[in-house]
């Protein structure tokens, strides 16, 4: 049983940063991709940032380009978000996912508010 475990959300006031982390129980090189999504209170679930296993960084949504990083720890299973000059839109329940070609896994999520 693969498991994700987001750690680092929180409040923040606007203009400031948050790091998130995915550890993941097995090889992140066992995964085709690991991506960070978000669920923003009463919209759907939208794919935020993406990085192969090749450690290729072939997504960024548009709305946290400039802002957001994904990126792999030096221990090689854990994908990091890093997040800079957050804003109130930035707002959601971040989630952790993997997937490598039969199965998808998701972590349990990690809420980020954004507010003064």
């Known amino acids: 049983q693969v498991q994700l475990v987001e750690s680092g959300g929180g409040l923040v006031q606007p203009g400031g940063s948050l790091r998130l982390s995915c550890a993941a129980s097995?090889?992140?090189?066992?995964?085709?991709?690991m991506d960070w999504y978000r669920q923003a209170p009463g919209k759907e679930r939208e794919l935020v940032a993406r990085i192969t296993s090749a450690g290729s960084i072939n997504y960024i949504i548009d709305s946290v380009k400039g802002r957001f990083t994904i990126s792999r720890g030096i221990a090689k299973n854990t994908v990091f978000l890093q997040m800079n000059n957050l804003k109130a839109e930035d707002t959601a329940v971040y989630y952790c996912?993997?997937?490598?070609?039969?199965?998808?896994?998701w972590g349990q999520g990690t809420e980020v508010t954004v507010s003064s």
């Open positions: 097995r090889s992140i090189f066992s995964f085709n991709v």
């Open positions: 996912h993997a997937g490598d070609g039969g199965r998808d896994y």
